[in-house]
């Protein structure tokens, strides 16, 4: 009985020998590509041990086939699984380094994405546009009105009440935050992406809160322009608002234009239903939201550092002219086929 059961323990592991004998000089080549290419990227790798590295790839699948099929030991099966699973990575996984798909995403991704949502860009630029014009005309005919749209503690002392010199100094003065440059940015990056995250967030809703909150941000907007063109500051308070206000503005709109896509495909599903349909829309509206993020940050870089420490109204005028031209350009004309 002894000698049977012996007989029977050994005859699975010299199965294991024989069949790894046999192919064990595969796997180790195999296993040589992976890690350079795990180590060194898959560029490294020349034309012939690309398609080496396919050939050893199927070869090691068939072989874990057939060690599953026979019930070899459970060692040489974690092995090949294991190799399997990192072959399978080299060879199927993305061949952008990180480098490379920033590059794709900024130079090609994210332009398309906001070409393709134009007229949902169009619709919140409207009624953004649409709640500058109404705060500025109400605020003209009665200043007053100015408490209306902007809450006293957000306008920090400026307001009817404060006299033109006042204004001035914030306008060509020290910032509130005591002159913490880096600081206030970091303040200013946080409380615009919230204002952004919470336009893209209420789409949800069928989108009718992001009109709400594009024409509310352009109430106040449109109050602080009309309250400092009374007292003949009208020049100097958008040479102050316009070199960090052309991308963060536009940034507002991209997360409002991301929200009415999101509103969209909930209310007009098309042809897929309204879970597909979010699912295909919410990708596009997600680039646009993460490119609005980064124009944000550069917003508040300028806002906290730049505008306080530089005064000259046509050096402030020449900051927002450039970002406006550099903008209009990347949206219009990066990503297109002739310029890949």
């Not at 974690?78 to 190799?83: I, M, R, S, V």
């Not at 749209?149 to 404060?162: K, M, S």
């Not at 303040?187 to 919230?194: D, E, I, T, V």
């Not at 009718?208 to 009309?226: E, I, K, T, Y």
Request: charged share 20%.
């Amino acid at each position: 009985m002894s000698d049977v059961a012996q007989s029977a323990t050994s005859e699975p592991a010299l199965k294991s020998a024989a069949f790894r004998r046999e192919r064990e000089a595969t796997w180790r080549e195999l296993e040589t590509l992976v890690n350079v290419a795990e180590s060194r990227g898959v560029r490294r790798l020349s034309a012939s041990e690309l398609v080496q590295l396919a050939r050893l790839y199927r070869a090691t699948l068939s072989a874990l086939s057939v060690a599953r099929a026979i019930s070899l030991d459970r060692n040489l099966l974690e092995y090949l699984e294991t190799l399997g699973a990192r072959a399978y990575f080299v060879v199927y996984g993305p061949k952008r380094g990180i480098g490379a798909t920033l590059q794709h995403f900024f130079g090609v991704r994210l332009p398309e994405a906001v070409r393709e949502c134009r007229r949902h860009v169009g619709l919140a630029s409207l009624f953004l546009l649409l709640g500058v014009a109404v705060g500025w005309v109400m605020t003209s005919h009665d200043l007053e009105h100015f408490h209306t749209f902007v809450d006293v503690e957000y306008a920090g002392g400026r307001g009817p009440t404060a006299t033109t010199e006042e204004l001035r100094d914030v306008l060509y003065g020290v910032n509130e935050h005591g002159g913490d440059l880096s600081a206030f940015a970091s303040y200013l990056f946080s409380h615009n992406a919230q204002i952004g995250i919470m336009s893209f967030a209420l789409g949800f809703l069928a989108g009718v809160p992001v009109f709400f909150l594009l024409f509310l941000n352009g109430l106040v907007l449109g109050a602080f322009g009309a309250l400092h063109a009374e007292r003949g500051l009208g020049l100097d308070f958008w040479g102050w608002v316009l070199p960090h206000g052309v991308p963060e503005i536009f940034a507002l709109v991209l997360c409002g234009a991301a929200g009415l896509v999101i509103g969209e495909s909930l209310v007009f599903p098309g042809r897929h239903g309204r879970i597909e349909n979010l699912r295909l829309r919410g990708r596009t509206a997600g680039v646009i939201v993460v490119g609005a993020v980064v124009m944000l940050f550069y917003a508040a870089f300028i806002e906290g550092f730049f505008r306080q420490l530089v005064e000259a109204p046509a050096a402030r005028y020449s900051l927002a002219a450039l970002n406006a031209a550099l903008l209009a350009a990347y949206f219009i004309w990066m990503g297109r086929r002739r310029w890949r």
